[in-house]
Nanobody
Framework: QVQLVESGGGLAQAGGSLRLSCAAS????????MGWYRQAPGKQRELVAR???????NYADSVKGRFTISRDNAKNTVYLQMNSLKPEDTDVYYC??????????????WGQGTQITVSS
């Protein structure tokens, strides 16, 4: 079984910064893509940023130039550095990990979600 533990959410003022972390643990063969998504009440979950095992990244247009995704493969951890935060960044943020289990099957795991609130 694989567990994802998110940390770093909370409250920030507009223009401020926050950093999210998501650590994966448990039985796995290899982690492929890691990413962050966000979801507002009544809306679909949307991609914020993702990173491949080789370090290639892509971002939602709304966060380009402000957010940076990175990963530490030795720690099975993905980070999201969020700068120049805006009130519209207020959402619940979820990490997602695409991995190969130790049974060599592909699975997707989601973190528990962390609330980000940006005040104006």
């Amino acid at each position: 079984q694989v567990q994802l533990v998110e940390s770093g959410g909370g409250l920030a003022q507009a223009g401020g910064s926050l950093r999210l972390s998501c650590a994966a643990s448990g039985s796995m063969f290899r982690i492929n893509r890691m990413g962050w998504y966000r979801q507002a009440p009544g809306k679909q979950r949307e991609l914020v940023a993702r990173i491949t095992s080789g370090g290639s990244t892509n971002y939602a247009d709304s966060v380009k130039g402000r957010f940076t995704i990175s990963r530490d493969n030795a720690k099975n951890t993905v980070y999201l550095q969020m700068n120049s935060l805006k009130p519209e960044d207020t959402d619940v943020y979820y990490c997602r990990v695409d991995l190969i289990t130790d049974a060599y099957t592909g699975n997707i795991y989601w973190g528990q979600g962390t609330q980000i609130t940006v005040s104006s």
